[in-house]
């Protein structure tokens, strides 16, 4: 609900504090007034653009403030979404600097026009006379059917579950577009496991082949020093061994002499041992030591195999090679499941298609049952505001796409009177009907549909006295269920108001500021009373004005 409008130094409004009544608030004034200032104030702190050189004081800054109760707005999404701190009373503040550069506020935080516009349009519905786009709109129309039809909880269902529906589709393109993309990815992949596989590598494999490798290729050299070693160290005359002998002889003999001999004999001997053991591995591992060209060919060429393999996957073992290896099949297996869960969200999607589909046909014959009934009852409306011999129609087709409310298109149409061609009610509809038109249907709707504020911008502009009486009696039953502010030069629709302002324009300190006060008592009734007649107005215009008051 809005609260309360403040404005300081904007055009003809030094300082302004105007508040707004729960039910119909009426503003009136003259012509030139500034009445359009009260809305164009209205429109800034709602998200739109502000022009330069609106300061009433050039050289102070415009400052205007909107204040909202939106506790049962249900706006704790919008705030979340877009990262504002919710409360219950709502502060929109538009402030406008001299050189022209201009700030909008949500409590307090900085906030875009874009997300101020959206914020905006859930609060305060303004309606001027060539601005009634709203009711012109499917949307609109389509809400308006399904509310009158009692069926907004069914489509408030689909339209969840088609975003469900539209988001699951995005992610399947997703999916088959990068699925697309990695078939090449898995194929090489694929390539390379099979590569890897085929080679059957061991685990240090490459190591202990280099070794082989580089035995092979020495083996004449390695044999015939391991044949020559032995032969120095026992067959040679005077041979390692052969000076061990001696030694140990030479040592045997001296035993009983000194102590230590013992112990020098026992190493002697030791040494004599350890150069016989050499002596035999060394010729052993001579008569073993096979240089044959096939297996170093074969070694060689498995080497070259294992080598291209590390320099490719950019590894320095076959140990870390084999772990590369299981990495890639690990990748195969993530792109191969990546196969079913396209197969998996593809069902998904279709089976959602086919339930929309379903949900959508009957929203479909809902409002079509409902379409003529509603173009009947706004033409009753229509008819108690003058315009009897408009004939409507609410045309609901239904299409084959799936549609963010359904399957449905609307075609709003209107004729002049019965007999005459039906053409879309954009095309065919005045200013002054589509006036009454939005005010018809906004009292139709206003009991089922939570719309926000309403403001009405002179839509009594072209009607009589007994037609504004009727649109007098509209307004009171809408404001029974929701806040209107309405801007008017009918004093039957001014009568009926539960807060009456007036704009005026005075001269202050050599310059002329608009002025709104509020009217009571007596002063309500003479300016409703001018309004019928002349200012100053007539006793029969005095009477006339009570009469109206007190038949509210």
């Given at each position: 609900?809005?609260?309360?409008?403040?404005?300081?130094?904007?055009?003809?409004?030094?300082?302004?504090?105007?508040?707004?009544?729960?039910?119909?608030?009426?503003?009136?004034?003259?012509?030139?007034?500034?009445?359009?200032?009260?809305?164009?104030?209205?429109?800034?702190?709602?998200?739109?653009?502000?022009?330069?050189?609106?300061?009433?004081?050039?050289?102070?800054?415009?400052?205007?403030?909107?204040?909202?109760?939106?506790?049962?707005?249900?706006?704790?999404?919008?705030?979340?979404?877009?990262?504002?701190?919710?409360?219950?009373?709502?502060?929109?503040?538009?402030?406008?600097?001299?050189?022209?550069?201009?700030?909008?506020?949500?409590?307090?935080?900085?906030?875009?026009?874009?997300?101020?516009?959206?914020?905006?349009?859930?609060?305060?519905?303004?309606?001027?006379?060539?601005?009634?786009?709203?009711?012109?709109?499917?949307?609109?129309?389509?809400?308006?059917?399904?509310?009158?039809?009692?069926?907004?909880?069914?489509?408030?269902?689909?339209?969840?579950?088609?975003?469900?529906?539209?988001?699951?589709?995005?992610?399947?393109?997703?999916?088959?577009?990068?699925?697309?993309?990695?078939?090449?990815?898995?194929?090489?992949?694929?390539?390379?496991?099979?590569?890897?596989?085929?080679?059957?590598?061991?685990?240090?494999?490459?190591?202990?082949?280099?070794?082989?490798?580089?035995?092979?290729r020495h083996a004449t050299e390695i044999r015939q020093i391991l044949s020559e070693g032995q032969q120095m160290i026992r067959e040679q005359e005077g041979s390692p061994l052969d000076q061990l002998d001696l030694l140990i002889r030479s040592l045997q003999a001296l035993r009983q002499v000194h102590p230590r001999v013992e112990e020098l004999a026992q190493r002697a001997d030791s040494l004599r041992i350890e150069l016989e053991d050499l002596a035999a591995d060394m010729e052993s591992a001579a008569e073993n030591m096979d240089g044959d060209p096939a297996r170093l060919v074969e070694v060689e060429d498995r080497l070259n195999v294992l080598s291209k393999l590390l320099f490719k996957h950019h590894v320095k073992d076959t140990t870390a090679l084999l772990e590369r290896m299981a990495e890639l099949e690990e990748t195969l297996k993530s792109l191969t499941h990546r196969g079913e869960e396209i197969d998996q969200l593809q069902a998904q999607v279709l089976a959602s298609e086919k339930n929309l589909?379903?949900?959508?046909?009957?929203?479909?014959?809902?409002?079509?049952?409902?379409?003529?009934?509603?173009?009947?009852?706004?033409?009753?409306?229509?008819?108690?505001?003058?315009?009897?011999?408009?004939?409507?129609?609410?045309?609901?087709?239904?299409?084959?796409?799936?549609?963010?409310?359904?399957m449905d298109r609307v075609h709003f149409l209107m004729a002049q009177k019965d007999g005459a061609r039906m053409t879309p009610v954009r095309q065919a509809?005045?200013?002054?009907?589509?006036?009454?038109?939005?005010?018809?249907?906004?009292?139709?709707?206003?009991?089922?549909?939570?719309?926000?504020?309403?403001?009405?911008?002179?839509i009594d502009a072209g009607v009589s006295g007994v037609v504004s009486m009727r649109m007098g009696d509209l307004l009171t039953r809408m404001a029974s269920h929701h806040q209107l502010i309405v801007i008017t030069h009918s004093p039957q629709i001014a009568a009926r108001a539960n807060c009456h302002y007036h704009v005026s324009k005075a001269p202050e300190n050599g310059q002329v500021r608009t002025r709104v006060s509020t009217l009571t008592g007596d002063d309500r009734i003479a300016a409703i009373a001018i309004m019928l007649s002349t200012d100053p107005p007539s006793e029969a215009a005095l009477a006339n004005a009570r009469e109206l008051i007190l038949s509210e």
């Open positions: 609900m809005f609260k309360k409008l403040s404005i300081r130094n904007y055009v003809l409004i030094d300082r302004l504090d105007l508040m707004v009544d729960p039910g119909l608030t009426i503003v009136t004034g003259e012509t030139g007034a500034g009445k359009s200032i009260l809305l164009g104030a209205l429109g800034l702190i709602l998200g739109d653009r502000a022009e330069s050189g609106v300061q009433a004081d050039e050289t102070e800054k415009t400052v205007i403030e909107g204040e909202f109760a939106i506790g049962e707005y249900g706006l704790e999404d919008f705030f979340r979404e877009n990262d504002l701190e919710y409360h219950d009373l709502l502060i929109l503040r538009r402030e406008i600097q001299p050189q022209g550069r201009s700030r909008a506020f949500i409590n307090d935080s900085p906030a875009s026009l874009a997300v101020v516009k959206e914020l905006g349009r859930r609060l305060i519905d303004i309606h001027q006379q060539f601005d009634q786009l709203d009711v012109l709109e499917e949307r609109f129309q389509l809400d308006m059917l399904d509310a009158l039809a009692g069926q907004r909880h069914v489509v408030s269902a689909y339209v969840r579950d088609y975003r469900a529906w539209r988001e699951a589709g995005e992610r399947l393109a997703r999916l088959r577009e990068q699925e697309h993309r990695h078939q090449q990815e898995k194929d090489f992949v694929q390539f390379q496991v099979d590569e890897l596989s085929e080679a059957r590598i061991a685990a240090n494999e490459y190591e202990d082949l280099d070794v082989e490798a580089r035995s092979l589909r379903e949900t959508a046909s009957r929203i479909t014959a809902v409002r079509q049952k409902a379409a003529a009934p509603l173009a009947g009852q706004i033409m009753e409306g229509l008819t108690n505001l003058g315009m009897g011999s408009i004939r409507l129609e609410l045309r609901v087709e239904a299409g084959d796409e799936l549609l963010p409310t359904g509809a005045s200013g002054g009907e589509m006036s009454r038109l939005t005010l018809v249907i906004k009292s139709l709707v206003a009991a089922a549909i939570p719309l926000p504020t309403l403001v009405f911008d002179e």
